[in-house]
RNA sequence: GGGGGGUUAGCUCAGCUGGUUAGAGCGUCUGUCUUACACACAGAAGGCCAGAGGUUCGAGUCCUCUAUCCCCCA
């Protein structure tokens, strides 16, 4: 046997900086996190959603990786083939930003550069930073599989993204069409509705006279944008509308410009609003638009891409469309057609990449159409196939996917996949296909040319969970890894990504991607503001992990967080984190001390057979807890979960039994040591999910202090995780137990309500009759638990109340302490009455409900027969509280 | 306008399918550096579970309405 640590060397307080690195390196060296394909389980896959390959961790990286690596861990200790893949995603339009920012610095435009320059540049960028989420990931401890890390570039994904493509496009799925959409023209690149972030703005509302072409009336059009109307085709009004009724076909002479356009009816406009009447932009508003197509309107687009008006602005012509509102606005007030301005606050759409105001334009992009690819998806998750946790996501899932608008798929951007699409020059017909075709397929002219967009990032990420696994070829990976098993990320990205790579799943592999969701909410500040760089309030989970190290910051994460809902994170929660890590290091020092001292540890019964009633009692509750971790874990209850293992750790294990075993110990008794030394190890092992640092440095300190286990391995992450042993549960020791600690818990109260002094040893009398054997077997640990120098244990004997004496009612007895000279008699009475006034108030409750006929006859029996108990256990409660205040006097 | 969620101790939050006198952490108060831990130990105070109805033998938990806050979609 090897005695390799003394407490001495051990340090007095944890610290992680000595301990996760080399902890890290050992899990990577060792091979843990790769797992051996073994066609006789069912793996466990979960796909990390890929941060951005420029980005930086943040707390929401932080909290994923803390609640994947738990399930990861989890399951790899059950003994399941676990794989926890990471990978990165290229982020067009985020990252080309970050590029640009960088090039501006030096002066110079992706422009200059050119397309192919600029995506080396990118590229570069890539090399030199994209390593460094990785690097930050495995600072938490997550036990990813880095042999087969992906990025959404890389050749297997671009594969699986070409694939993609061209079957879509045969099917008639993907399409280019000319629609109105959202148009960054700072990223000069169209946006998905997802990709518009609305916020409500302070603006104003013009009333503008549209003089009538007959007549010298007008009607007034209210709008926002009053600079859109140089694009306008229309003015609508409500059908049912009177005031307007007989004006319906009118033509009426559009300011400025001074084109003719109608006055046509639709449903859509609210005649509250405004003045009632709309005028209508199809090239510039998405509501127009709609109103255009129904009644054929024309469509007039104003802008050119970079957001300055083109030709159709007349006279306009090249000024910018953030200038553009007050010059019109002036012309339109010269020509003395403003009739008002008001002010109104209204949601205006935002880049959700770099903040610039977007504009509704008609351009021609590449669409996917959802509608038929989202039935099996809807599907999938009404069959319960695929369950969303929490579960009330699913109807926000519904909501969406049964509302679904086609994607536009195609971005204006240099970085990214490129759309496999040519165009041919001389008859002007595209060819779709995995490669380059040599000729045109109509006129077999190889003047071809590669569409220049490329495809929204979200479109590689909704194949994920597949094109890291192999897709399309059958590789060994893709058939024994898919589909994966959970699916975890923040819920807000439920639509963006989530339901993308169910729909996409199952219309490349006809099967679904993973069987769970798991969506967790926000990490909050402490205040409970959205952490943003731009309000300075972020913290960084990697300053946290050197105050207070990584397992601290997990802990933190998952405590009392449940699925779907955000959380605070502060100070005080790290704290209690660290604290919590520091009890356990410290716990186990004590353990590992014991053992070392004890002269012949070989001689330790492994595994211990509990005989002594502390053992007993500890080791059913030990497995009491590991049953409900388990429920708790596979419902995904990981709050209830790790609850359940620091209540038993800090309140159970080493509040109480730790100390009784000092006891033991003192005299030289060791039959404790084994079942210290057990019941810490299963407590490593339960919580290694939750703290895999601590939890491994101490398990390998540990593990050559103890007889030879059966499952040794080399080390806790591969290790089993506890299974409960429901022939351990003893009901009897746990009773005993509750007994001896109500005993010892009364007399401390006493002591602490007399202001005894801590070192001053006192005398108590126990007066029992039903349980005098478990207090004479645990008199030295009663004695030294509660600082009682002579304890005596009477059956039926007489109270000693007096000034001299004070009593405290045990549910099995009752304990009286002398405490010469301080007791007040009237204090002690006034004490004992209201103790006697809650027993009353409480037994008539009792016997109340158990008088009610329709409670007795209609609740289940065992709820019954606890009620009768503890009415028993009342009235009995209260006739001893009556009969030591009758000797008060 | 449509949909979803929150409201429980001073603060931050748990509380799964209804069943003891509703829990934790932090904070507060009183003691203690007791040879594992002061990142600790012992003890204590503190809650009309947002409000009103209803279902039930029984409601923090289920239903309806109200108030209030937040999020998503249009």
Redesign the pocket.
Known sequence: MVKANT?DEIP????PKLVEQRIYNMWVEGGHFTPILDQTKKPFVIIMPPPNVTGELHMGHALTAALEDLMARWHRMRGEPTLYLPGTDHAGIATQVVVERMLSKEGISRHDLGREQFVERVWEWVHQYGDRIYEQTKRLGASCDWTRKSFTLDDGPSKAVINTFVNLYNKGLIFRGERINNWCSRCETALS??E???REEAGALYSIKYPLEKGSGHITIATTRPETLLGDTGVAVHPQDERYSGLLGELVILPVIGRRIPIIADETVDPEFGTGALKVTPGHD??DFDIGERHKLPIITILNLDGTLNENAGEYQGINRSDARDVIVERLDSDNLIESIKPIVH?VGHCQRCDTVLEPLVSKQWYMKMKSLALPAIKAVKDNQIKII????T??Y???ME?I?DWPISRQLWWGHRIPAWYCNRCESVTVDKEKPLKCVKCDSDELEQDSDVLDTWFSSALWPHSTLGWPDKSEDFQYFYPTSVLETG??I??FWVARMIMMGIENTSQIPFDTVYLH??V?D???V?MSKTKGNVMDPIDLIDLYGAD?LRFALT???????????????M?????????????????M??ITKHDNSDELIWPPVPEHLEDRWIISRLNRVICSVD??MQ?Y?I??AQ?AI??FL??E????Y??MS?VRI?NSDSSALPVLAFVLEKILRLLHPFMPFITEEIWQKFIPLLPCMSDHRTALISSEYPVVDVEMYDDESESSMEDVVEL??SI??L???F?I???HQIEALVDTVSTPDVYKLESEVIKS?AGVGSLKIVQNGQDENSSEHVSMILRNGNVTVPLTGLVDILQEKIRLEAELK??LA?TD??SG?LE?????????Q???D??RE?LG??ID?GDRLTQTLSRLG
């Open positions: 407490i007095k307080a944890y610290n509705d997802l518009v972030f609305h998405h509501n949601s929490p579960e009330y996501f109807k926000v519904f909501n969406w509302n608008r819920h807000d439920l639509f909410g926000l909050r402490p205040e409970g959205k601290a405590s009392g967080n449940t699925p779907g809902n955000d959380m605070r994170l502060n100070e005080q929660k704290e209690s984190s660290r604290n919590f890590a520091n009890k356990l290091w410290n716990a186990s020092r004590f353990v001390n014991s429920l708790s419902e209850q709050g209830e609850r620091h209540d800090w309140n294990y080493c509040d109480w730790l100390e000092k003192r010892v818990r401390r109260n002591r602490a309500e202001r002094q801590p070192h638990l809650d027993v409480n409750r009792l409900r009610n006929e329709e409670f007795v006859s209609k609740a289940p065992d709820v019954i606890k009620e503890r256990a009342m409660r």
